[in-house]
Structure formats: C-alpha cells, structure tokens
C-alpha cells in the first residue's frame, strides 16, 4: 500500500514490515519536524529503504548521528581513514584510505554489536560499488515471528539468556576464510563475553522481539553447547520463513537503514572473483535499556 507524508513516498516492500521512502534529503541539513516524521517510520516498518545517488562519507556520519551516538568497530582496520565513523564492508581496497572487511564463507542470521555490554540499535548501511548479481543483503522480522510463536515456546524462552561472544564470532569467520587472524588477547579483553536476553522489548514501541544469533552466541544459560544451539536453530529456522524475509537487491546509492532490535540480517554470497562490493556502515550505538528483558 502506497501512502503519502509531507515530501516522502512510502510503499511497504515485505509481508509484515520494510518500507521504500523517498523525499528524504541525506545530505545537509534536515528540519527535525522532518527527521521526526522519518524516525516514525523508522520504528513503523524497523527497516528503511532510502533510494540515493550516492551520499558523501561525512554526510553518511552526520545523517547518521542524528539517530544517536556512534560505534567505532571493533575490527578498526577495516574502517575508513577519513571517517572512522565507517565500517569498510566488502572485497574492495584503496591504499591509504580502506580496506573492507571480507568473508569468502556464508554469514550467519545476527544483529550487529551484539558482542558489546549494550548492542547496538540501529545500522545505516550505503551500496557504494554493487555487483550486477548477488551480495543481497537478507532481513528476518523476529517481531512479528516473536509473536508468531505458540505459547508454550514463548514461555519456555522468554526469560532466557545468551552469552554473545566477539571470540565466538570470529572462530566462526576463520571456518570459512581461514586467513583472518585469531582474536588478539588485547581485543578479547576490550569485548569479553555478555550475557543479553533471548527475548528483548523495544524501549520506544515495547515490541518484544527475539535476539538469536547463532554465530555470536556460545551458549545459552543453563544449557549445554549443544542444546542452546538445537534450540537457536529452531528459534531461526522459525523467524526466517518467508513470510518474514525481505530480501534487499542492491543498486549503487541504495541506503538501508534498519532497527537491530526489530529484525536479524544476513548477506548473500556474491562472485568475489568476478565483481568488486563495497558498503558503507555506520553503526548507532544502543542504550543500556534496549538489553533489559520484560
């Protein structure tokens, strides 16, 4: 369904959230009555298509701030020299200025920060080079599947905990591109492992969602190994039926902005042998309530 606000165009482009916006100006500045209008819609459909042709690096930054105080990435030399605001995604390199950072194996469903005391709450991700096929970027509604889900199960794990691990994370990585580096002492001392809910409510729409990423979690609580990840698995195969699944084909300029406490995010493989990506993400840092269960 097609609706109208003042200077935006909204079509809603998944089964129960997303939408496509346009009229939004990314670049200078914005009245805030517009910015608020936009942060509305933002919590209406969690993620947001912004058709662009093309946005400055500083501009990304300073859009990007006016959702809230900014992460700087844990792996820094992926981050872009000029603005390290920038998270580098991708195979594309420029000496000097970036390096992307790059996976050859399949990611995992997952919510970005969710290794940090306080995940993050929103990703503002620009297509700077887009290949002509593949490199989509997948998002699961795990509200909508939240309540989906029958009562006995929603019992059963909403008062549940997982501990989210960078550590984790990055053995996953090294499985499928076995050049990326160990998990320096350093760093696994800055990002030790957290325990976060399985279910979290939204501290502005009080939403419940499920936060289940299986390459980041260790373990939940109480559990063994293997029984948190046969029950992981069971909570995703469950929030990605296709009813819930948008599935985002990039075009050059396209910024997609996304709410992590709503929705889980995946890539597609692409021909990195063939076709050059390159993403630019800016990541919106999480206040302490987001990571309180009800």
Same mark, same amino acid.
């Given at each position: 369904?097609?609706?109208?606000?003042?200077?935006?165009?909204?079509?809603?482009?998944?089964?129960?959230?997303?939408?496509?916006?346009? %009229?939004?100006?990314?670049?200078?500045?914005?009245?805030?009555?517009?910015?608020?209008?936009?942060?509305?819609?933002?919590?209406?459909?969690?993620?947001?298509?912004?058709?662009?042709?093309?946005?400055?690096?500083?501009?990304?930054?300073?859009?990007?701030?006016?959702? %809230?105080?900014?992460?700087?990435?844990?792996?820094?030399?992926?981050?872009?020299?000029?603005?390290?605001?920038?998270?580098?995604? %991708?195979? &594309?390199?420029?000496?000097?200025?970036?390096?992307?950072?790059?996976?050859?194996?399949?990611?995992?469903?997952?919510?970005?920060?969710?290794?940090?005391?306080?995940?993050?709450?929103?990703?503002?991700?620009?297509?700077?080079?887009?290949?002509?096929? %593949?490199?989509?970027?997948?998002?699961?509604?795990?509200?909508?599947?939240?309540?989906?889900?029958?009562?006995?199960?929603?019992?059963?794990?909403?008062?549940?905990?997982?501990?989210?691990?960078?550590?984790?994370?990055?053995?996953?990585?090294?499985?499928?591109?076995?050049?990326?580096?160990?998990?320096?002492?350093?760093?696994?001392r800055e990002f030790p492992p957290v325990s976060q809910p399985l279910v979290r409510v939204h501290p502005v729409t009080g939403e419940k969602s499920m936060f289940i990423c299986?390459?980041?979690?260790?373990?939940?609580?109480?559990?063994?190994?293997?029984?948190?990840?046969?029950?992981?698995?069971?909570?995703?195969?469950?929030?990605?039926?296709?009813?819930?699944?948008?599935?985002?084909?990039?075009?050059?300029?396209?910024?997609?902005?996304?709410?992590?406490?709503?929705?889980?995010?995946?890539?597609?493989?692409?021909?990195?042998?063939?076709?050059?990506?390159?993403?630019?993400?800016?990541?919106?840092?999480?206040?302490?309530?987001?990571?309180? &269960?009800?």
């Amino acid at each position: 369904m097609d609706t109208t606000m003042p200077r935006f165009q909204v079509q809603q482009i998944a089964e129960t959230f997303g939408a496509m916006v346009r %009229g939004i100006g990314i670049s200078g500045d914005i009245p805030q009555p517009e910015f608020a209008a936009f942060l509305d819609l933002f919590h209406r459909y969690h993620v947001l298509v912004v058709p662009t042709d093309g946005v400055a690096p500083a501009d990304l930054v300073a859009f990007s701030r006016r959702f %809230g105080e900014l992460e700087i990435h844990a792996r820094v030399e992926n981050t872009l020299k000029s603005n390290p605001e920038i998270f580098c995604v %991708g195979n &594309a390199e420029e000496l000097g200025l970036f390096k992307a950072s790059f996976n050859t194996g399949v990611e995992q469903w997952h919510g970005d920060s969710s290794y940090r005391e306080v995940p993050s709450d929103a990703s503002l991700f620009l297509g700077v080079i887009c290949p002509p096929e %593949g490199g989509d970027t997948w998002f699961a509604d795990v509200v909508s599947a939240w309540r989906d889900l029958d009562e006995p199960t929603r019992q059963a794990i909403e008062h549940l905990r997982g501990v989210h691990d960078l550590h984790t994370l990055n053995e996953f990585g090294r499985r499928h591109s076995p050049w990326r580096p160990s998990l320096s002492d350093e760093r696994r001392r800055e990002f030790p492992p957290v325990s976060q809910p399985l279910v979290r409510v939204h501290p502005v729409t009080g939403e419940k969602s499920m936060f289940i990423c299986p390459a980041v979690i260790s373990h939940i609580e109480g559990m063994s190994v293997e029984a948190s990840a046969d029950l992981i698995a069971r909570l995703v195969a469950h929030a990605t039926q296709e009813k819930y699944v948008y599935r985002h084909q990039w075009r050059t300029g396209d910024l997609v902005i996304w709410d992590n406490r709503c929705v889980l995010h995946t890539a597609s493989l692409f021909d990195h042998t063939k076709y050059q990506r390159l993403m630019f993400r800016t990541t919106v840092a999480g206040n302490q309530i987001v990571a309180q &269960a009800a």
